[in-house]
């Protein structure tokens, strides 16, 4: 049987997935940290890993059957230097010319010995892994997910499963996968995404999963191959032309299943591969359009939202206070008498605010957090680098940078790693955080007049639930300029069973308030209907009382 480091199978791979290869064997040795940095300007490293105390750069050269030769030597040399690590390694699929090894002695006088790995080391290194690296321990409610998935596929062929960010849906849906290889083991997997850098993530989080001898590999528009056995990440293109050309896995998971339309190329893909098992994930459900997703994969099979993860212990605790200082009383007046649409009313009713305001509340907040580390979601690539060099500027967060889709992937990637590293202390980010980034450390987020959808703002607030050791509560300063924002926190406030907009600083729950208490009781009185504003269109209109006295 090929496995993921077999000679046929490495020179099949191709450079891309070589390094995925490569990267797959450090977690199994033992790695606590592995990240591919590949690309232009990786100063001749490939991947960096940390392995006990040590940090290790590596080099990949794929060959089809040349040697690796002497320049190898000297471009891993260089990344040593550049990321200061402590072990430089040379890792290749075929053998190393006699240039390389004697290069690499040479190098021995100046500095530690740069390792040589080839294709026969890969071989032996495989043969001496267990099974599996790490070990799954699910949590209650995902072994109930887990159960009541595989009931469900089992009995209809169908499943979704619906859990907030945070609470491990990639998990589950990997211990489907495994429990589906165990049954089936010369079954093929799909896992199907909308965006190839989802994909890249979910192969790497699918490998503590797998046993050793499981391959997976990516499927995109830059990666294609036609050896399709165990498990595939493929975009939702790839899979969906594999699968006209004949490719029929035994189980299809289709993660952040609410990109499922009533047409389109997901729903496609699901008709083509009717008769495989399919089942969806996501943290939420909600579309833009009226489209329900259970449509194509049944009622979800379990849910656990962000309220009841809270509730349950299971995510951080928030502190939420809404900054409504800049409401405009006068349109507050002759709204009742107005008709206006959602969006017209938002226009008029939030005056416009300074990034200053952000600035110094923020820093109220960061004195006050134990090891603080923030994210600010931003309206635009604009506001986000204005909003970033501001705090730069400030020696709180001397470092702080902007991410978003305008960057090239390497320079968005070393900045989330700097982020990640601490070196970052703030992050002023564009839509680039809302799906498929870890980062649980966060203990501060902050929405700075952002106007998203209700399933945008669930993934932003996701970033900062996750539990770490050391970290129970996360604090989120929003900067409302949407009612719409207003009706999903005080629905989240009614849901975790708060009577009161305010709850004092002695309590361990959330809690939620308004920084101007008249504001708090006008949008108790405006928002009767939390859940359907929330979703509203911006046409939508509301049903003011008739009267509603300011107190000044």
Same mark, same amino acid.
């Given at each position: 049987m090929r496995h993921f480091l077999d000679a046929m199978s490495l020179r099949d791979a191709g450079p891309s997935q070589f390094s995925r290869r490569i990267e797959r064997l450090l977690w199994n040795i033992g790695c606590s940290f592995v990240v591919n940095i590949d690309g232009?300007?990786? &100063?001749?490293?490939?991947?960096l890993a940390r392995h006990g105390d040590e940090?290790?750069?590596?080099?990949?050269?794929? #060959? !089809? =059957?040349?040697?690796?030769?002497?320049?190898?030597?000297?471009?891993?040399?260089?990344?040593? &230097?550049?990321?200061?690590?402590?072990?430089?390694?040379?890792?290749?699929?075929?053998?190393?010319?006699?240039?390389? #090894? !004697? =290069?690499?002695?040479e190098l021995l006088r100046l500095g530690p010995k740069i390792l040589l790995w080839a294709g026969n080391d890969l071989m032996a290194a495989f043969q001496k892994l267990p099974d599996r690296f790490g070990k799954i321990e699910l949590r209650s409610y995902q072994k109930t997910a887990f159960a009541r998935l595989e009931g469900d596929l089992e009995h209809s062929g169908r499943a979704l499963l619906i859990l907030a960010t945070g609470l491990g849906k990639t998990v589950v849906g990997g211990e489907v996968i495994n429990a589906h290889l165990s049954r089936q083991p010369a079954d093929k997997v799909l896992v199907a995404v909308h965006a190839k850098e989802l994909a890249q993530q979910l192969e790497r989080a699918l490998w503590r999963h797998l046993p050793k001898h499981v391959p997976t590999r990516l499927l995109t528009g830059e990666s294609k191959v036609d050896d399709l056995s165990g498990v595939t990440c493929a975009t939702v293109g790839s899979a969906l032309s594999a699968a006209k050309f004949g490719y029929r896995p035994g189980l299809v998971m289709i993660d952040e299943a609410h990109h499922l339309g009533a047409e389109g190329q997901h729903d496609e893909l699901l008709r083509v591969l009717e008769r495989s098992r399919q089942f969806g994930v996501t943290a939420t459900p909600w579309r833009g359009d009226a489209h329900d997703i259970t449509d194509q994969l049944g009622a979800p099979s379990y849910h656990l939202g962000i309220e009841d993860g809270m509730r349950k212990g299971y995510l951080a605790q928030v502190d939420y206070k809404l900054f409504v200082d800049d409401i405009?009383?006068?349109?507050?007046?002759?709204?009742?008498?107005?008709?206006?649409?959602?969006a017209e009313?938002?226009?008029?009713?939030?005056?416009?605010?300074?990034?200053?305001?952000?600035?110094?509340?923020?820093?109220k907040v960061w004195t006050n957090t134990k090891r603080p580390r923030a994210i600010i979601f931003c309206r635009t690539v604009e506001h986000a680098e204005r909003l970033a060099e501001m705090l730069d500027q400030t020696p709180l967060w001397s470092g702080a940078q902007a991410v978003h889709a305008a960057l090239t992937k390497r320079e968005r990637q070393r900045r989330l790693l700097a982020f990640r590293a601490g070196d970052i202390p703030i992050l002023a980010a564009v839509d680039i955080l809302n799906e498929g980034v870890d980062v649980p450390d966060v203990n501060i987020l902050c929405f700075a007049r952002v106007t998203h959808s209700r399933r945008i703002f669930v993934q932003q607030l996701g970033r900062g639930l996750?539990?770490?050791?050391?970290?129970?509560?996360?604090?989120?300063?929003?900067?409302?300029?949407?009612?719409?924002?207003?009706?999903?926190?005080?629905?989240?406030?009614?849901?975790?069973?708060?009577?009161?907009?305010?709850?004092?600083?002695?309590?361990?729950?959330?809690?939620?308030?308004?920084?101007?208490?008249?504001?708090?009781?006008?949008?108790?009185e405006w928002v009767k209907d939390a859940a359907s504003l929330e979703t509203a269109y911006d046409e939508y209109r509301l049903q003011f009382p008739d009267t509603f006295e300011i107190q000044e």
């Open positions: 232009p300007g990786d &100063e001749g490293g490939d991947i940090d290790w750069v590596i080099q990949c050269k794929w #060959k !089809r =059957r040349t040697p690796v030769g002497a320049e190898a030597i000297d471009e891993v040399a260089l990344a040593r &230097e550049v990321y200061k690590a402590h072990r430089a390694i040379v890792v290749t699929n075929t053998q190393f010319s006699l240039g390389a #090894k !004697r =290069r690499a002695g405009d009383w006068d349109i507050v007046k002759d709204a009742s008498t107005h008709s206006y649409g959602l009313l938002n226009s008029k009713l939030f005056l416009p605010q300074r990034d200053e305001a952000i600035r110094e509340q923020l820093a996750r539990l770490r050791e050391g970290k129970d509560r996360v604090v989120v300063l929003d900067f409302v300029s949407d009612l719409r924002r207003i009706a999903a926190a005080l629905k989240l406030k009614r849901s975790l069973g708060g009577n009161e907009i305010e709850v004092l600083e002695t309590s361990t729950r959330s809690r939620i308030e308004f920084s101007d208490q008249r504001v708090a009781a006008l949008m108790e």
